[in-house]
């Protein structure tokens, strides 16, 4: 605190850390963002940053948010530059550039920001403010995912499943799937009971005779038809088949 009253720059944004985190200190996020705001007008990169993040959450004040995000990302600070890709990608509270936000997502993904890496992966898949390109799109999740990054590595075991981007690979599929599964991500966690159910990877067989939806048995000598699109998911029904669709389904399904 000495330090801080005196004006040593890291000594705020320690001090400020610690009201946030409530490490030490008691919370209190009011000191904590004062700090930054002290911190961040002697030009340190990462206050700039944390004062963004409060005009663009709790204030909703994007113009103020994206003045100083700019302010941390020309110092390189990879946190601000992805920021700024975030906001001009939503154009929430700014005017929507898809070209922006893959400039400042390139700069923060170049300095190996996993975050950034993930985004401009979507970019190319997506072809927002770029052409459209698979490839790319694979290498730059890829990026992101050998870093532990899970919405990358969910993105890699899709390709991987449905062939987009790179070659059809099972293996690769479910190795990426489990990692982004282990980290919480639930799509990956319902895409792999599919995809165990349709290539026999799970020892009840009868669960690969169910409803997707309703869990009915086919029976009677009837089958199940399969999703159309993907092919794993089956249903005893059109019923079924809908609201599986609307009920998640539609975020999970690959080919």
């Given at each position: 605190?000495?330090a ?9 944004f320690?001090?400020?850390e610690l ?10 996020n009011e000191?904590?963002?004062?700090w930054y ?7 340190h ?10 005009y ?26 992805s ?18 936000a ?13 975050n950034?890496?993930f985004h ?19 290498q ?24 987009f981007?790179?070659a ?35 020892s ?8 997707a ?22 249903y005893?029904g ?18």
């Amino acid at each position: 605190r000495k330090a801080a009253d005196q004006g040593f720059v890291n000594a705020q944004f320690n001090l400020a850390e610690l009201y946030g985190s409530g490490k030490e200190l008691t919370r209190d996020n009011e000191k904590a963002v004062q700090w930054y705001r002290k911190a961040a007008g002697q030009g340190h990169a990462k206050s700039q940053f944390q004062v963004g993040l409060v005009y663009f959450g709790s204030l909703k004040d994007t113009p103020e948010a994206v003045r100083w995000f700019r302010k941390a990302a020309d110092q390189g600070f990879a946190g601000a530059q992805s920021a700024l890709g975030v906001v001009y990608e939503s154009g929430e509270g700014i005017d929507k550039d898809e070209k922006k936000a893959l400039q400042w997502y390139r700069k923060a993904a170049d300095q190996g920001f996993a975050n950034a890496q993930f985004h401009l992966g979507k970019m190319y898949e997506y072809g927002k403010g770029v052409d459209m390109n698979e490839k790319k799109a694979v290498q730059w999740y890829r990026k992101a995912a050998d870093q532990g990054y899970a919405k990358s590595q969910y993105q890699l075991g899709l390709k991987h499943y449905g062939g987009f981007g790179v070659a059809k690979d099972l293996k690769q599929a479910l190795f990426f799937l489990s990692a982004a599964e282990a980290q919480g991500i639930e799509e990956a966690h319902e895409l792999l009971k599919l995809v165990e159910a349709a290539h026999g990877h799970i020892s009840d067989e009868a669960a690969r005779n169910q409803c997707a939806f309703c869990g009915r048995s086919a029976g009677n000598g009837k089958q199940l038809k399969p999703c159309p699109r993907c092919k794993v998911a089956v249903y005893c029904g059109k019923d079924c088949q809908r609201k599986h669709w609307s009920g998640g389904h539609k975020k999970i399904c690959v080919l």
